[in-house]
């Protein structure tokens, strides 16, 4: 096991890394299969009132806009929230995003019909206790009959694939988009304190440097999710992909639908 020297549970180099990535982050990571689908059904057809933590540079948030629905979104990184509101503005959809965290959220107000934490933006919450506090807020925040909707990827032990270093080279598309040639990605772990270190190693051709960044997550078990729900005094269930079915070893994704406790 790697020494727990050398994973200290800080984690603003997570800022820096989607920093570095929002230009090109739309063309580099996909959404999972049933994933829009999944949230969008969660926000329903009736427009209501979204927080979306974790927007990101708004691929999602725009299509919870153009669904109506009265959007407000945070993310940390500040490079991210300057191409949503873009987007979102060129969209003809323009919504409320600004520059926020878990889990303090600190800028955030009012009662939320639906609370979005989607993509794995829980993972980079580094401690328990940053956890439940993150949870506590987020049901502060919700309206009565509110929900709160997230997913994170499995442990790295959990799936009949676990989780390796890899290198892989891109799509004729995405080489065409950002010229993209390859990339690398590797992985540390600590599993004392379920810490992973991600190095991911973009590599562009001779037109332009390669693009390092590196970030840690904490992963969550199905049987933690439970008690962190409940601490948190939410209650709900815990689904292993985004078309709800059960936790299997081949489930890539909890995904967590709850809401909070006496609603």
Do not use: K
């Not at 200290?8 to 990571?29: K, R």
């Not at 949230?39 to 153009?66: D, F, H, I, N, Q």
């Not at 990605?185 to 991600?198: E, P, T």
């Not at 390092?212 to 969550?220: C, D, K, L, P, S």
């Amino acid at each position: 096991m790697t020494s727990p020297d050398l994973f200290q549970p800080t984690n603003d180099g997570s800022v820096d890394a989607y920093d570095q990535l929002s230009l090109v982050y739309d063309g580099l990571i996909p959404d999972p299969d049933g994933f829009v689908d999944f949230y969008t059904g969660v926000c329903g057809s009736t427009p209501c009132r979204v927080l979306y933590v974790g927007c990101g540079t708004g691929r999602l948030l725009e299509t919870l806009a153009r669904g109506g629905h009265e959007c407000v979104g945070v993310d940390p990184s500040s490079e991210s929230v300057e191409i949503a509101r873009r987007r979102l503005e060129e969209a003809g959809v323009p919504s409320e995003v600004r520059v926020d965290r878990l889990p303090e959220l600190a800028g955030v107000q009012g009662n939320f019909d639906v609370a979005v934490v989607a993509g794995g933006a829980f993972e980079y919450l580094l401690t328990t206790r940053d956890q439940v506090s993150a949870l506590r807020r987020i049901a502060s925040l919700l309206a009565p009959g509110g929900c709160l909707a997230l997913d994170v990827s499995v442990p790295p032990f959990a799936t009949d694939d676990a989780r390796g270093n890899y290198r892989g080279d891109m799509d004729e598309e995405l080489v065409r988009e950002v010229g993209l040639q390859s990339s690398e990605v590797r992985f540390g772990y600590d599993h004392f304190l379920q810490l992973v270190r991600s190095t991911c190693t973009f590599n562009f051709g001779s037109h332009r440097d390669p693009l390092t960044v590196e970030y840690m997550t904490r992963y969550t078990t199905r049987a933690e999710w439970q008690l962190l729900l409940e601490v948190a005094g939410l209650r709900g269930r815990v689904f292993g992909d985004f078309h709800q079915g059960p936790v299997t070893r081949r489930s890539s994704n909890l995904v967590v639908l709850a809401e909070r406790d006496g609603q």
